[in-house]
T-cell receptor
Framework: GDSVTQMEGPVTLSEEAFLTINCTYTATGYPSLFWYVQYPGEGLQLLLKATKADDKGSNKGFEATYRKETTSFHLEKGSVQVSDSAVYFCASFSGGAQKLVFGQGTRLTINP | SAVISQKPSRDICQRGTSLTIQCQVDSQVTMMFWYRQQPGQSLTLIATANQGSEATYESGFVIDKFPISRPNLTFSTLTVSNMSPEDSSIYLC????????????FGPGTRLLVL
């Protein structure tokens, strides 16, 4: 079945550092891919998405590019802020599964 | 983006009791989803609720434990029955809103602690 694998956390960075959170997927066909963010004590917010190969999703300075050849959707940000501290989830949605499949989540802490 | 609300936002319950969680969407949607997020874990899909039909449960979840109602296109409830401490989790509902059935928006979650 479909699955999503994220890099192990937690990740701790200093403010203004470069961020990469790796995400790879396995799916039947070509799924749509998503990054969700969960701030402390809150629900999930959609951060960005990409629906086909080579698409780049972007929002709030975060970016991720749908790479079919490496089945990846890595999340990047050039300069993180303390307010980016949260748990980030990568997810896929394929026509085969007909549901969102989530990675295990990566907890990010940004120190001032 | 859609506005999805849940009630209650949190609760502390005694074992053996049941809690019903409500989910309201600000627009009509065909499908609604219920997830469980155990402490420090990712989200696990409990069931898919379609209006006018029985909910479809994922492996490991049964209707007797998690009965779901879907009386109309904007509302659903999830009941956690005969609770035990292992049911302590965050319960979230979601719905795809707009043109894309793949893009789901989530409610703020219900934080449940069972003593």
């Amino acid at each position: 079945g479909d699955s999503v694998t994220q890099m192990e956390g937690p990740v701790t960075l200093s403010e203004e550092a470069f961020l990469t959170i790796n995400c790879t997927y396995t799916a039947t066909g070509y799924p749509s891919l998503f990054w969700y963010v969960q701030y402390p004590g809150e629900g999930l917010q959609l951060l960005l998405k990409a629906t086909k190969a080579d698409d780049k999703g972007s929002n709030k300075g975060f970016e991720a590019t749908y790479r079919k050849e490496t089945t990846s959707f890595h999340l990047e940000k050039g300069s993180v802020q303390v307010s980016d501290s949260a748990v980030y989830f990568c997810a896929s949605f394929s026509g085969g599964a007909q549901k969102l499949v989530f990675g295990q989540g990566t907890r990010l802490t940004i120190n001032p | 983006s859609a506005v999805i609300s849940q009630k209650p936002s949190r609760d502390i319950c005694q074992r053996g009791t049941s809690l019903t969680i409500q989910c309201q969407v600000d627009s009509q949607v065909t499908m609604m989803f219920w997830y469980r997020q155990q402490p420090g874990q990712s989200l696990t899909l409990i069931a898919t609720a379609n209006q006018g039909s029985e909910a479809t449960y994922e492996s490991g979840f049964v209707i007797d434990k998690f009965p779901i109602s879907r009386p109309n296109l904007t509302f659903s409830t999830l009941t956690v029955s005969n609770m035990s401490p292992e049911d302590s989790s965050i319960y979230l509902c979601s719905a795809p809103v707009g043109d894309s059935q793949e893009t789901q928006y989530f409610g703020p979650g219900t934080r449940l602690l069972v003593l």
